[in-house]
């Protein structure tokens, strides 16, 4: 298992509050990741690789994460 957030492509706006980063993935794919929906995933949902996140993005991510949802 390892802990994971979530990504979508399906952006849209919500009336709800929610903590998300957009970005673009390797593929230029606006995506964004959905903070507050952080779990354990299973190892297996790593095999299935559609595109890469690039570290500066996954810094920002883990930074952000840190700041809005932890603290």
């Known amino acids: 298992m390892f802990l994971g957030i979530p990504l979508s492509s399906q952006i849209q ?3 709800m509050p929610t903590i998300t980063h957009r ?11 959905l903070l507050r929906q952080i779990r354990a995933f299973d ?10 996140v690039s570290d500066e993005v996954s810094k ?4 952000k994460l ?4 932890i603290d």
């Open 23 to 33: 970005f673009k993935d390797s593929k230029n794919t606006e995506q964004i990741a």
């Open 13 to 15: 706006k919500s009336n």
């Open 66 to 69: 840190k700041r809005e949802v």
């Open 43 to 52: 190892v297996k949902r790593r095999q299935t690789k559609i595109a890469q």
């Open 60 to 63: 920002t991510i883990k930074d």
